[in-house]
């Protein structure tokens, strides 16, 4: 896997990326001395192209250019807070039933209740996150679009999924109406012209389509772990048709299990045996057999306050001891109680819950880390049970793409579009059976309903960072067809509106680029 040297972030701001103020400061683009690299230097070297992929992957994983923290990417927000795992996590995993959170760090609580506005620090954070990477990769493309080099163009069709990624991202958050940049763009600062969401839902697709007749993009397992090959695209493209009717209100279901059974019949990847060790400190080793794109995380290399330390740390409190999990005790984040309600806890072996002085009823106060269920699935133990070295910044990978998740995926676009339901069925079967084990009983057509295949996806994924776009999808993020506790700022649940299916354009933004309308509703 790549091994990133971040001072060559500064050869990306000294190559002029094109960039909005409220994201990302205003750069001099101009060297300040004779020694100082541009881009004309760096990219004349053919090694540098892959030093400063490596930058691109490494901002899915880290804050700025020093680690843990220093020097910062993105300003405006706490910079442990900012990593793009971490505010992914938060802005799909608490605004549903899957999390709260007990901290009250600015912006932070109205994600338990769905309450966020214009000004949210959050918010703001993860867009900005977003579009910074999508200008790295920008800047890398229009240096690397011209070159011949076989190994150059690899690294090319690499940052062209990376930047589609994230503007798959941006649509998904924050629907149309955002910024668009690409390599055609100008250098320096400007404002961007909105794109409307058919625009940018056609223009990942075709990014993505074209990738995969991309001779140079390796087949699925013939990259370094970490990296992405064809099987992320056929992935990536299923995501995005999946959820098509929400970001376009088009039937593109078939398309999505079209590629999904790409992805199971010839990306060679297998649902790994155990489902605890796909989420410990050494499952890039144990587990990789399931992971079709990973965000590696190591304590010695990317070692940011995000990430999957977050996830982890955050997750411990109460009665639990930090020491069990090779952990440090944050006390943050648990489920609720309608979450952990769809297990049966002592036949699913994905029901990793620890109860003992919880109150696992209901959620009397945020506040209080002992009331909600706190979730164990998380840990910076090996598959031994030995402790990864330092608790502080943990070594587990996280699975941005794993195979059980394209198994549903699969089985979900053929219940709404008809198709091989029978295959449907024996996938569901086979991601349930390793579930429950001895226990395991098969379902059979009549059971796979919409409602049935949300609730395994909860089971199967819940904490991963797809939860808020599978409610979105099937309706039930907002309204009140389904509550759950504080939603709505009601200890029981409440409906919330609709608009709040996507999130809100920052202010920063809207007030320095007058090309941009905010969304509807905010």
């Not at 505010?87 to 109205?110: F, I, K, M």
């Not at 064809?230 to 493209?237: D, E, N």
């Amino acid at each position: 896997m790549f091994r990133t040297n971040f001072n060559l972030i500064l050869l990306l701001i000294l190559a002029g990326m094109f960039v909005w103020t409220s994201c990302i400061d205003d750069l001099n683009t101009s060297p300040i001395d004779d020694d100082e690299l541009t881009a004309d230097i760096v990219y004349d070297d053919p090694e540098n192209f892959r030093e400063v992929l490596a930058k691109l992957y490494a901002g899915l994983a880290v804050t700025g250019q020093e680690g843990p923290a220093g020097n910062a990417d993105i300003d405006g927000i706490d910079e442990g807070m900012s990593d793009y795992i971490r505010q992914y996590w938060v802005h799909q995993e608490l605004p549903t039933d899957a999390a709260v959170n007990g901290w009250d760090d600015p912006g932070l609580p109205s994600f338990n209740d769905q309450s966020w506005s214009t000004g949210n620090d959050f918010v703001m954070g993860m867009y900005s996150r977003v579009f910074y990477q999508i200008s790295l990769a920008n800047e890398f493309i229009r240096n690397a679009q011209n070159e011949d080099d076989d190994q150059i163009r690899q690294y090319l069709a690499e940052a062209k999924f990376l930047r589609a990624l994230s503007h798959w991202h941006a649509l998904d958050l924050f629907g149309g109406g955002t910024p668009f940049t690409d390599e055609d763009d100008p250098i320096g600062a400007f404002e961007p012209e909105p794109a409307d969401a058919e625009f940018i839902f056609e223009y990942i697709e075709d990014e993505l389509l074209a990738l995969t007749e991309d001779d140079y993009l390796p087949a699925p397992q013939d990259n370094e772990y970490g990296r992405v090959d064809q099987a992320a695209v056929w992935t990536l493209l299923s995501k995005l048709y999946l959820n098509a009717e929400v970001y376009v209100g088009e039937d593109r279901y078939s398309e999505a299990a079209e590629f999904a059974e790409r992805v199971i019949d010839d990306g060679g990847y297998s649902l790994h045996d155990d489902y605890a060790e796909l989420f410990m400190a050494d499952n890039s080793e144990t587990a990789s057999d399931e992971f079709i794109f990973a965000i590696p995380f190591d304590e010695s290399t990317t070692r940011s306050f995000g990430g999957t330390t977050f996830i982890i740390n955050a997750a411990i409190g109460g009665d639990m001891s930090p020491g069990d999990y090779g952990a440090e005790g944050w006390a943050g984040n648990r489920t609720t109680p309608e979450l952990y309600q769809k297990f049966d806890e002592d036949e699913d072996s994905r029901a990793m819950f620890f109860t003992e002085g919880q109150n696992v009823d209901e959620i009397e106060s945020l506040g209080s880390f002992s009331d909600g269920v706190a979730v164990e699935k998380w840990t910076n133990l090996d598959s031994n049970g030995d402790a990864a070295p330092n608790p502080g910044h943990v070594n587990t990978d996280f699975p941005m793409f794993r195979l059980a998740d394209v198994y549903l995926m699969y089985a979900e676009a053929v219940l709404m579009d008809g198709g091989d339901v029978s295959r449907a069925v024996d996938l569901v079967n086979d991601v349930r059976e390793r579930a429950y084990g001895e226990d395991f009983e098969p379902i059979d057509s009549g059971d796979l309903d919409a409602d049935f295949i949300l609730d395994e996806r909860a089971r199967e994924l819940y904490w991963e960072g797809h939860r808020r776009t599978d409610l979105v999808r099937h309706g039930k993020f907002t309204g009140g067809d389904y509550v759950w506790s504080w939603k709505g700022g009601s200890q029981d649940g409440t409906g919330t509106s609709d608009h709040k299916d996507v999130y809100p354009i920052p202010s920063t933004d809207i007030n320095a680029n007058p090309n941009l309308t905010q969304n509807p509703g905010y």
